[in-house]
């Protein structure tokens, strides 16, 4: 069966066509701007590149527009959409009401709508995505598949935030954790990868990208993670603060006459690597300028370093140990230079790298630690594109999921 990934933003649509036996990559492609003056899409198939350039007022549009590009005679990959077997979203915030994927109904879609105050920016763009490939594919099957699933295992006394219990009852205020998809992928294949069985194996996974988030795994099932009712808490991230005193919202708030609105929308697009540094959020140009002697751009990097480590010491302790420490994402992918000085001093914990593994660890599934460290520490390459395909595939064919 072929089955088409769709992860809709509110002015973006990703989408990746694959074909499932063999989970072979047909067809990649973006929508940039939609709704937005400069509009386009870029798709391609076997090297080949595909561009549209025209105006696409709504995701409904965009949607048929990619249909146009994945049956285009010469560039497409399919011959028509017929071909296709069910579509798989990407869908930001289930809430508690979902704690694994689902077909999409009314109702689905329905809890979908009753999370937006969750998830304000990308569950409406979510829903966009599924109603525009309900309209343009009628009778196709679609699926979503939640960021915040895999985090639903966690324990009451890991997910409350200590305000009135009032607040968890009325308004659903506690954390809820995102990139589960990714968190769950790479538990599980780190624990395939070092013939280990992951229902007897304790993994912190450290997924550090432009947004960053740690999760800790036990026994396969999540039971705590950095980030909360929003992306907001946890480590520091590109333009994320990650996780401060509440006060200072207000303090800022006070003395800057900004609304709470607007010191949160500064938490969360202008801090963070960015605001520390004053230069980038991206980890390559922070890592650059550090290593150049910027002393801000130091600064961002060690307090990224010293909060990833925090986190793994809190987790060896919740889950009274670790067996492996995994990276992923961007920078947990690519940063040798991050993963060595997070991981320095760890011995007390059995965690040792090996520098050499750990430099020729970058970007594929390796195994970086020491031969004598007890524990393992890895590189798995995150797919979350792949686990919303195996889903959507498990979901409309009957089988379980794993
Ligand atoms: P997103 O959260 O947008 O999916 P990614 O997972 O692609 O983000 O991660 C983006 C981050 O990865 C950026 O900060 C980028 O600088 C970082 N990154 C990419 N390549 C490298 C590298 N070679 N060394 C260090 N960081 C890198």
């Known amino acids: 069966m072929k089955i088409l990934i769709v992860n809709a933003g509110s002015s973006s649509l990703k989408y990746q066509l694959v074909d499932m036996e063999g989970e072979k990559i047909m067809a990649k492609g973006l929508v940039e701007r939609i709704g937005i003056e400069g509009s386009k899409l870029t798709q391609k198939v076997n090297g080949e590149q595909l561009v549209f350039e025209q105006p696409i007022a709504n995701h409904t549009e965009a949607c048929s ?29 289930g809430g508690e009401a979902f704690t694994a994927s689902m077909l999409i109904t009314e109702e689905v879609k329905d809890a979908i709508r009753a999370n937006i105050p969750l998830g304000p920016l990308h569950n409406p763009a979510n829903l966009m995505g599924i109603e525009a490939c309900e309209a343009v594919m009628p009778g196709v ?20 935030y200590g305000v009135p219990y009032e607040y968890y009852e009325r308004l659903h205020v506690r954390r809820y954790g995102f990139h589960g998809t990714s968190h769950r992928y790479v538990s599980k294949r780190a624990c395939e990868f070092l013939g280990l069985d992951r229902n007897n194996t304790k993994v912190i996974t450290c997924h550090l990208g432009n947004g960053s988030s740690m999760a800790a795994v036990k026994n396969g099932k999540c039971v705590d993670t950095s980030m909360g009712i929003t992306p907001l808490e946890g480590v520091v991230m590109g333009t994320r603060s990650g996780s401060m005193d509440p006060a200072v919202v207000q303090f800022i708030a006070n003395n800057e006459g900004m609304t709470v609105d607007e010191v949160l929308n500064m938490c969360n697009k202008k801090s963070g690597l960015l605001g520390i540094s004053g230069l980038s959020s991206d980890m ?28 793994i010491g809190s987790y060896a302790a919740a889950m009274g140990g670790v067996d492996v420490i995994v990276f992923t994402a961007g920078i947990g992918e690519n940063g040798a230079e991050l993963r060595e000085s997070v991981m320095k001093d760890f011995e007390f914990l059995g ?30 390459p995150t797919d979350e594109e792949i686990v919303i395909a195996r889903d959507t595939l498990c979901i409309v064919t009957g089988q379980p999921i794993e």
Do not use: C, W
């Open 351 to 380: 965690a040792k790298l090996d520098p050499q593994k750990n430099i020729e660890g970058n970007r594929k599934e390796s195994v970086i630690s020491a031969d004598d460290s007890k524990v393992k520490i890895v590189v798995i």
């Open 141 to 160: 099957p679609n699926v979503a598949v939640f960021d915040t699933a895999f985090h639903q295992t966690m324990p009451a006394k890991a997910y409350m």
């Open 284 to 311: 390559r140009d922070i890592d650059k300028a550090a290593d150049e002697g910027h002393e801000r751009a130091a600064l961002a990097r060690d307090m990224l370093h010293y909060g990833i480590k925090k986190y």
């Open 65 to 93: 527009l990619m249909i146009k590009a994945l049956t285009d005679a010469e560039k497409g990959a399919v011959k028509d959409m017929s071909d296709i077997g069910a579509v798989g979203h990407r869908v930001l915030h």
